[in-house]
């Protein structure tokens, strides 16, 4: 069954220039890359796409660490991968969550660390399952954004809105 994950490569992985290192590992799967970008993270966006660790004593940093105030760079990469078992098949090529409990040969386990603050620097974002997928894809990505149609979408008219544009 085709399925679609979010990944995002973080601000450490980008600050220790992982990025084709992490590509490389995700072709493994042999996955469709269906979206792409490199984006600086709102704290909006940031607090909605960890509110359900929102009660947690760690959540303020957290926040810092996806939006790349503890590695002073602010950005991350954001991707969508398209295909069969995408999700399973891109978790078990990320590793656990925790680095120190993810399997050395993985992602986390190979370039992730914990700081002694205790926040998980895993490198590596994989979306939990279908129900989250969906949610973070739409929290990251417009539908325009996507090369194939994911989810159901309208058209709509939006009014007075303030975009930038090249002068």
């Not at 084709?20 to 607090?47: D, F, H, P």
């Not at 925790?98 to 998980?120: D, H, K, L, M, Q």
């Not at 939990?128 to 997928?133: C, F, G, L, V």
Request: aromatic residues 8%.
């Amino acid at each position: 069954m085709n399925q679609a994950t979010l990944i995002l490569i973080k601000p450490d992985g980008l600050k220790k220039s992982l990025t084709g290192n992490i590509l490389t590992r995700l072709s493994e799967t042999k996955l469709e890359i269906v979206a792409a970008k490199v984006m600086r993270v709102s704290r909006q966006l940031a607090e909605e796409h960890y509110r359900h660790l929102k009660d947690k004593p760690f959540f303020e940093e957290l926040i810092k660490y996806i939006q790349g105030e503890l590695h002073n760079r602010r950005k991350v990469m954001a991707l969508v991968y398209w295909g069969e078992e995408a999700i399973k098949k891109c978790r078990e090529l990320a590793g656990a969550t925790n680095p120190e409990e993810a399997e050395p040969t993985s992602i986390r386990g190979a370039y992730g660390r914990i700081t002694t603050t205790g926040v998980y620097e895993n490198v590596i974002h994989v979306s939990s399952d279908e129900k989250e997928a969906e949610r973070e894809i739409k929290l990251w990505f417009r539908p325009d954004e996507i090369i194939v149609s994911l989810y159901p979408t309208k058209e709509t008219t939006v009014k007075e809105q303030i975009v930038r544009v090249w002068a």
